[in-house]
């Protein structure tokens, strides 16, 4: 597809499991970013692939959040032992760093309840 | 620091009505300004976008945003509302001072009186 696609939409789990969500980019999009929304707030930063430089994990908010890349293709966000205040909307978008400005294409998210 | 400020938490308007929705950042030289959309149940879309030039910037929908750099601003304007403009928006600024990430704002909610 010509979008950033994202799967699941929806995840509902319990607390303690552990979740993996995954980031399809645009084909040809070099920066891939993670962000989360929780109910009624605005966009956090988790985090930021570059083509093969080291990501940029400063958003992550603990240990239990981690993040890979295959090259410049698919991300998966993996969230360990899942708690009550880790339900948001997860959000991934790329963008084409070469051009010189950041311009993200977003996915449709994934809506993850903890229970 | 790098901060991005959206002062209206909540706006309503009545449908036909102009519309203006703030946006002041703290940033470096060089902003890249952006204005996003979020409708309700959908995703993120790019509503406009300034990066050089002509300080009045035209978008989707009938949006237009100003860059106003002395007063480190870049506000959203519609002359006339739809129903269908209720969403969330957000603005952001991004470039070359915080390696091309962007710097996101809280959002304002903008709600459509019949």
């Known amino acids: 597809g010509a979008g950033v696609s994202q799967s699941p939409s929806n995840k509902v789990t319990e607390k303690g499991k552990d979740v993996e969500l995954r980031c399809d980019p645009i084909?040809?999009?070099?920066?891939l970013y993670w962000y989360r929304q929780r109910l009624g707030q605005g966009l956090e930063f988790l985090i930021y692939?570059?083509?093969?430089?080291?990501?940029?994990k400063s958003g992550l908010p603990s240990d239990r959040f981690s993040a890979e890349r295959t090259g410049e293709s698919v991300s998966t966000l993996t969230i360990q032992r899942t708690q009550q205040e880790d339900s948001a909307v997860y959000l991934c978008?790329?963008?084409?760093?070469?051009?010189?400005?950041?311009?993200?294409?977003f996915g449709p998210g994934t809506r993850l309840t903890v229970l | 620091a790098q901060s991005v400020t959206q002062p209206d938490i909540h706006i309503t308007v009545s449908e036909g009505a102009s519309l203006e929705l703030r946006c002041n950042y703290s940033?470096?030289?060089?902003?890249?300004l952006f204005w996003y959309v979020q409708s309700p149940g959908q995703g993120l879309q790019l509503l406009l976008k300034?990066?050089?030039?002509d300080t009045l910037v035209q978008g989707i929908k009938g949006f237009e945003a100003e860059f106003k750099r002395s007063q480190s601003s870049f506000n959203l304007r519609k002359p006339s509302v739809h129903w269908s403009d209720a969403a969330e928006y957000f603005c952001?600024?991004?470039?070359?001072?915080?390696?091309?990430?962007?710097?996101w704002g809280a959002g304002t909610k903008l709600i459509i009186k019949p």
């Open positions: 952001a600024v991004g470039g070359p001072d915080s390696n091309y990430q962007l710097i």
């Open positions: 940033y470096g030289a060089t902003p890249y």
């Open positions: 300034y990066f050089s030039g």
């Open positions: 084909s040809g999009h070099t920066a």
């Open positions: 692939f570059q083509g093969n430089s080291a990501p940029d």
């Open positions: 978008a790329s963008s084409i760093r070469e051009l010189g400005y950041n311009e993200q294409f």
